[in-house]
């Protein structure tokens, strides 16, 4: 009887560990997608320039925020957009709107067409803004607290059960 080398047995080997790792990749722990690093950390200042071209910076200055991220080519930033009318008639906190990557003649456009919920909207061009707070897309919505800190991320449209828990959040 002939006798088998082990080492043979090493590509099927590889190939069992390298299925587990994409296996548990697919399926394995998840993440919750409104984890972010910056949470209970203090906010970093952002500084770009608001749609009628004047330098502007979001900083902790003792007042809560709402610092929404939007985009006038973006379907679910229009399908959220009733909730940010409703939420920008609420007090106590600053509603501030981030045109990411796009153009403030559309942006303009976007406004003048569904309103303005925003005490602010900045532009934010090339995504530096975004990329300051870990932005992974659009819409997407932060939590300020009035101590500066980052108090939550929300990932997605703002649905009418999410408004009422970041308005929370805020105050």
Excluded at 34 to 41: A, H
Excluded at 52 to 63: L, S
Excluded at 99 to 107: G, L, M, S, T
Aim: contains cysteine; glycine residues 10%.
């Amino acid at each position: 009887m002939k006798k088998i080398n082990p080492i043979a047995f090493l590509p099927f080997l590889v190939f069992v560990a390298i299925g587990a790792m994409f296996v548990y990749g697919m399926w394995g722990k998840r993440v919750d997608k409104n984890i972010s690093p910056l949470i209970g950390k203090p906010l970093p200042t952002i500084t770009s320039f608001t749609i009628d071209n004047k330098e502007y910076a979001i900083k902790a200055d003792g007042k809560p925020k709402i610092i929404n991220f939007f985009a006038s080519w973006c379907v679910p930033c229009r399908a959220e957009h009733k909730q940010l009318l409703q939420m920008s008639a609420e007090q106590g906190f600053d509603l501030i709107g981030v045109a990411y990557e796009d153009k403030p003649q559309n942006i303009a456009n976007y406004l003048d067409e569904l309103g303005n919920p925003y005490h602010i909207v900045l532009i934010d061009l090339h995504g530096a803004a975004g990329s300051t707070l870990g932005l992974s897309g659009v819409p997407e919505t932060y939590v300020v607290g009035s101590d500066g800190i980052i108090k939550y991320k929300h990932k997605g449209e703002i649905t009418p059960t999410d408004a009422p828990k970041l308005i929370g959040m805020a105050k």
